[in-house]
C-alpha cells in the first residue's frame, strides 16, 4: 500500500536557520513525488515535482531533494512569511490517485 | 485567468440535508479532483474526474456523488449529509494528471 510519512509534525524556527524536512514515502512504481504549502484557510500551493532519485529542485529559499525512499524539503536562511504547513504527496503505479502525508507546520520566528 | 474556484466558501447544514458543492477551472485541464482535509488525516481523495462525463471513486467515496458534465466544472453532491461529513472540502484540477492545483476550499459543517 502506497504510503507517505512526513517529519516532524511542527518544527519552529528563528529567522535565519536553516533546517529541512522529512517526506519518506513507499509506492510501486514512483511516477512523481510532490511538495505544497499550504496557508491557514487556503488551498495547497503546488512548489516542485520531483520524478527520479537524485533530482533537486529550488526556488528562493526553497529546495527539494530525492531518494528512493524519501525527500527532503531544505528551507535556507528562513523568512516569517515561509510559516506554512508543507505538503508532500507521492503518485505511484498505474493510479491516478495522490497520496498525502499529514504535512509539517512550520513556525519562523523574526 | 481564476484557475480553480469552488463555491460556496462556507455551508452549515443539518443532519439529512442535501447540498451540491460546484468547483471551476479555466486552465482547460482534464483531470479534476474532490478532497476532503480533517485535522490529522491529511488530504483524501473522494471522487474524481479523467475527463468530461467520466467519474472514478477515490480513497472516501462513500455518501458522496460527482457529475462532471462540462470540462469545466466538477460537481460533488451529499444526498443526505452526516456529521462525519463536517470538513473542509477542496477541488483539484490537473493538466496531465500529475501536478494538481487546488482551490480556495469549502469549509463545511453539519449538525
Known amino acids: 500500500e502506497d504510503q507517505v510519512t512526513q517529519s516532524p509534525e511542527a518544527l519552529r524556527l528563528q529567522e535565519g536557520e536553516s533546517s529541512s524536512l522529512n517526506c519518506s514515502y513507499t509506492v510501486s512504481g514512483l511516477r512523481g513525488l510532490f511538495w505544497y504549502r499550504q496557508d491557514p484557510g487556503k488551498g495547497p500551493e503546488f512548489l516542485f515535482t520531483?520524478?527520479?532519485a537524485g533530482e533537486e529542485k529550488e526556488k528562493e529559499r526553497l529546495k527539494a531533494t530525492l531518494t528512493k525512499k524519501e525527500s527532503f524539503l531544505h528551507i535556507t536562511a528562513p523568512k516569517p512569511e515561509d510559516s506554512a504547513t508543507y505538503l508532500c504527496a507521492v503518485l505511484g503505479g498505474a493510479t491516478n490517485k495522490l497520496i498525502f502525508g499529514t504535512g509539517t507546520l512550520l513556525a519562523v520566528q523574526p | 485567468n481564476a484557475g480553480v474556484t469552488q463555491t460556496p466558501k462556507f455551508r452549515v447544514l443539518k443532519t439529512g440535508q442535501s447540498m451540491t458543492l460546484l468547483c471551476a477551472q479555466d486552465?482547460?485541464?482534464?483531470?479534476m479532483y474532490w478532497y476532503r482535509q480533517d485535522p490529522g488525516m491529511g488530504l483524501r481523495l473522494i471522487h474524481y474526474?479523467?475527463?468530461?462525463?467520466?467519474?472514478a471513486k477515490g480513497e472516501v467515496p462513500d455518501g458522496y456523488n460527482v457529475s462532471r458534465l462540462k470540462k469545466q466544472n466538477f460537481l460533488l453532491g451529499l444526498e443526505s449529509a452526516a456529521p462525519s461529513q463536517t470538513s473542509v472540502y477542496f477541488c483539484?484540477?490537473?493538466?496531465?494528471?500529475?501536478?494538481?492545483?487546488f482551490g480556495p476550499g469549502t469549509r463545511l459543517t453539519v449538525l
Open positions: 486552465m482547460n485541464h482534464e483531470y
Open positions: 520531483l520524478y527520479s
Open positions: 483539484a484540477s490537473s493538466y496531465s494528471g500529475l501536478e494538481q492545483f
Open positions: 474526474s479523467v475527463g468530461e462525463g467520466t467519474t
